[in-house]
Antibody, heavy 119, light 108 residues
Framework: EVQLVESGGGLVQPGGSLRLSCAAS????????MHWVRQAPGKGLVWVSR????????SYADSVKGRFTISRDNAKNTLYLQMNSLRAEDTAVYYC????????????WGQGTLVTVSS | SYELTQPPSVSVSPGQTARITCSGD??????AYWYQQKSGQAPVLVIY???KRPSGIPERFSGSSSGTMATLTISGAQVEDEADYYC???????????FGTGTKVTVL
């Protein structure tokens, strides 16, 4: 059974840092691109970042570029999102999602982890 | 930055057809994907590559794309189809994914 389990969310002060993890199981993690998507309370879905299967290529939304870093450890079947210089507007539930065909078809999602940026 | 525009809400009676549009300049060259999100849950893919339906998704869900507009159609909408729906695609470079603004579908 495919599972994606996010962790690492919590309360952080503005300007602070946090690292999210997404533990994958039930599939060959190293074969799939992966994405992070976030959703602020009561708001819509926002794409954050993606990484290709071997980690050699990444892409970011303009709103997080230069502050967030996506990475992966295929030996540990884990996806990461390092978030620095956090702002109040980064407050959201963060989901990791598998990319079935390196397009936009995310067939499996995690349950999400809540990040709250507040003093 | 690239944007995909959807109507904020669509309301239909049970058994009627709901149509949700998604407008974006890159859609003539890029696929559209559609996600359903019910309250408190993770999104679920209902249409991929403009018009393909994943296994397990009811046949009443269909998709199409023409020019700068993609459309999700729910034929014979059911009460359980009440949810937020998001289109999803990439910009013309293919390097940045983007979700649409989202449409709340009400079936009552």
């Amino acid at each position: 059974e495919v599972q994606l389990v996010e962790s690492g969310g919590g309360l952080v002060q503005p300007g602070g840092s946090l690292r999210l993890s997404c533990a994958a199981s039930g599939f060959t993690f190293s074969s799939y691109w992966m994405h992070w998507v976030r959703q602020a309370p009561g708001k819509g879905l926002v794409w954050v970042s993606r990484i290709n299967s071997d980690g050699s290529s990444t892409s970011y939304a303009d709103s997080v570029k230069g502050r967030f870093t996506i990475s992966r450890d295929n030996a540990k079947n884990t996806l990461y999102l390092q978030m620095n210089s956090l702002r109040a507007e980064d407050t959201a539930v963060y989901y990791c999602a598998r990319d079935l065909s390196s397009g936009g078809d995310h067939d499996y999602w995690g349950q999400g982890t809540l990040v709250t940026v507040s003093s | 930055s690239y944007e995909l525009t959807q109507p904020p809400s669509v309301s239909v009676s049970p058994g009627q057809t709901a149509r949700i549009t998604c407008s974006g300049d890159a859609l003539p060259k890029k696929y559209a994907y559609w996600y359903q999100q019910k309250s408190g849950q993770a999104p679920v893919l209902v249409i991929y590559e403009d018009s393909k339906r994943p296994s397990g998704i009811p046949e009443r869900f269909s998709g199409s794309s023409s020019g700068t507009m993609a459309t999700l159609t729910i034929s014979g909408a059911q009460v359980e189809d009440e949810a937020d729906y998001y289109c999803y695609s990439t910009d013309s470079s293919g390097n940045h994914n983007v979700f649409g603004t989202g449409t709340k579908v009400t079936v009552l």
